[in-house]
């Protein structure tokens, strides 16, 4: 126990969440939950091998710089995660194995083995709830669109991925589609991939977009392509030309009342 009311969380390991430029007035609110390597101490870093210490199991390498590189460039706020994902997943519901997993691809995790319920709930109370609220509250004050942000690894179980950016949707595709059919070089976007909802990885889409009738995409970036501060700046760059150009062209179109209607939802849980 590290104090009366938390079980996870120092105070100075305090808050689980940080929401960057909160007052911005640019057209989307971001979302990064896959932006921190922190394991608090009181976890003893999960019993990871040091090798995998800060490995892409344990957060998304370059996501965050993304991010802020996509907020300043829009004046957009910017809510992050202060806390591994291997330590409670924030793209993930309470009820997904994927939450708090005993195994991320290669990587075993130690201390997710044989949680009891009072632990569960404690990383769900102290990390998930307060990302989860910090978003809704940015989210109820700006009207913009969500777009949450996240980088993917070139190997994937051995293999080389030869996606670059991928845009993501969950039952409602406008803002994909759109940054589809405005996307310039040099680096390729592709739709749903190198993942797609039905691997299970639009819970923030759905439950905090979809569910207000936001538009929505989320964005996978290889994190070879986000290796320095250049390489972030050029992503960024064809990132924010593909969202101002789609979000204009679907303001237009809601003028004109050409609202589409909306899919089924995708089902599936996975990755
Ligand atoms: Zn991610």
Known sequence: MVGNDSQILAPGERPAV????????????????????????????LGLAEADRLSHAVWDPGALALAVAISERMGAPLVASRVSRLVYDCNRPPSSPGAMPERSEVVEVPGNVGLNDEQRAARVCEIYRPFQAAL???????????????????????????????LLHDSDDRLALAMM???????????????????????????????????????????DLLADAEKVSLAAEQLCGALSL???????????????????????EGA
Request: glycine fraction near 12%; hydrophobic fraction near 40%.
């Open 18 to 45: 940080e929401v960057i430029h909160p007052g911005g007035t640019g057209p989307v609110v971001l979302s990064c939950e896959h932006a921190s390597a922190a394991i608090p101490a009181a976890l003893d870093g």
């Open 246 to 268: 789609s979000l204009a062209a679907l303001a237009t179109e809601g003028e004109e009342g050409c609202a589409p209607a909306s899919a089924a939802l995708p089902t599936g």
């Open 136 to 166: 809704s509250g940015v989210l109820d004050r700006h009207g913009g669109a969500l777009v949450t942000v996240h980088s993917f690894t070139p190997l994937w179980h051995g293999e080389p991925r030869a996606t670059e950016i991928g």
């Open 181 to 223: 059919d405005n996307w310039t070089g040099p680096l390729k976007a592709e739709l749903n991939a190198p993942y797609s909802a039905t691997d299970g990885v639009t819970h923030t889409l759905r439950e905090h977009a979809v569910s207000r009738g936001r538009l929505n995409v989320m964005i996978e970036v290889r994190n």
